[in-house]
């Protein structure tokens, strides 16, 4: 019943770039449009330019007539200095029901800007730079990108202000990657996993 199109609406639209006119300004944003999301990446030069990163819905099949699929939107972020992190949460559909079992369908994908390219694109001495640097690694902090926060640190070594801002993250991030690891290597943790999550096609058979 959530596929039968009850009524059609035609609006008018704009871009990215229409509505977020500021041009130094980095953002961090998520999209999830039901298909759209490429499109609405493409409507966005200046934004992809400045932005730190997206979380988006990627479809791996075709819920939408003649929607672009995850190759496309991946290799559209990937040739513009992003790099896949993380597949947030993955959604899988069997033909006949809806119980995460089955075909992938689709993920919520992070994507960051390569530090690489962050770090060669900041003048520590411009205050809009600065800022976006540190909202840069608020992010890192806030997806728990610990190598990624490592690597900045070690990069940043000249300013001791946004270097002891990283180190007092790092390590906390580092003691709770510890216990997870931890636990993740319990024997608990490994029941656990068979029962609910990883083994689930193991579990059947």
Partial sequence: DRFKIKKEIKINCTTLDNII???NESFFMKIDTQGSEYEI???G???IN???GFEIEIEFKELYLGQP???EVNQFLLSNNF???DFLTLCKWERDNYRNFGEIMFVD???LKRPEYILENTDLSNEEDYANLIRYVIIL????RLDLLKYMKKNLSNDYKICNCIESIVEILDKRFKIMYYLQNSFVDKLFSIIINDSKSALLY
Avoid at 141 to 144: I, T
């Fill in 83 to 85: 790099i896949l992190m």
């Fill in 21 to 23: 006119q500021k041009n």
């Fill in 41 to 43: 990446l493409k409507g």
């Fill in 109 to 111: 994908a992070l994507y």
């Fill in 45 to 47: 030069k200046n934004v």
């Fill in 69 to 71: 699929l995850f190759n």
């Fill in 141 to 144: 902090a806030m997806y728990k």
């Fill in 50 to 52: 400045n932005a730190i």
